[in-house]
């Protein structure tokens, strides 16, 4: 069925904070949208996502964003790989987690280091942390032929890198380092490029970035 961003968002985020999270539970019935729709939604919410997402809590955010980002809570983000989506439409997508990142994330995360896992941190970071690692791509066999979508991701992670807060640029270096199997020249590139311009980062971000540019992350 057709939903508006609102309707999508309401769905997804306005609900009680419970362990395990409601999308577990085998008596909630999924969300169910075309793919098609899915990118379409994917796209308008996180372009929006510092005006839309604000009202919710970061526990709220946390659940939320896993749903649409694990593909073992939902299986929404693989409408970013589906081909009988249009390619513009799937890139508008994949392109959108720049301001989900810059415009929510930086605004609500905590500065805590995930891979650290260092106490104290915000709900919201785990998502944040997480991101490019439970995302459903990359997935080689299918992206050989889909040159478009790998550039615009490793172009999307460049992006973030740039954003100004150490959550969002660790889950940054977080995902260059897991697509540095398939891309390593264009990973590391990306992250020598980021080394050469921050001087003064904290020696803990600093080390994690030169084992991103290697691969080397968990």
């Known amino acids: 069925m057709s939903m508006s961003v609102e309707e999508w968002v309401k769905a997804v985020f306005d609900r009680p904070v ?4 409601w999308y577990f539970d085998i008596d909630v019935p999924d969300i169910e949208v ?8 994917y796209a308008e919410t996180f372009e929006r996502a510092g005006e839309l997402l604000a009202p919710f809590t970061p526990q709220q955010l946390n659940q939320g964003l896993n749903y649409l980002s694990s593909n073992s809570c939902s299986d929404h983000m693989f409408a970013l790989l589906d081909r009988t989506v249009d390619v513009e439409l799937r890139l508008r997508a994949l392109r959108s987690f720049v301001p ?14 995930g ?25 080689i066999d299918r992206w050989q032929t889909d040159v478009a979508f790998k550039d615009a991701g ?7 890198l ?24 264009e990973v ?15 020696p803990e971000l600093r080390d994690y970035a030169e084992a991103a540019a290697q691969g080397s992350v968990q």
């Not at 896992?117 to 785990?126: F, I, M, R, S």
């Open 18 to 21: 419970t362990e395990p999270a």
């Open 115 to 139: 891979h650290l896992d260092e106490p104290g941190a915000n709900p919201v970071n785990l998502a944040c942390y997480m991101w490019w690692d439970v995302l459903p791509f990359p997935d």
């Open 188 to 202: 590391n590139e990306i992250v020598r490029t980021f080394l050469r311009s921050k001087r003064k980062l904290r």
């Open 34 to 41: 075309l793919p098609q729709d899915e990118a379409r939604l």
């Open 154 to 160: 490793l172009d999307v992670m460049r992006q973030i």
């Open 162 to 185: 740039a954003v100004p807060h150490d959550a969002v640029r660790e889950s940054a270096l977080h995902g260059l380092g897991h697509w540095h199997m398939y891309y390593p020249r």
């Open 100 to 113: 989900l990142f810059r415009d929510l994330m930086a605004k609500v995360c905590s500065p805590h280091l």
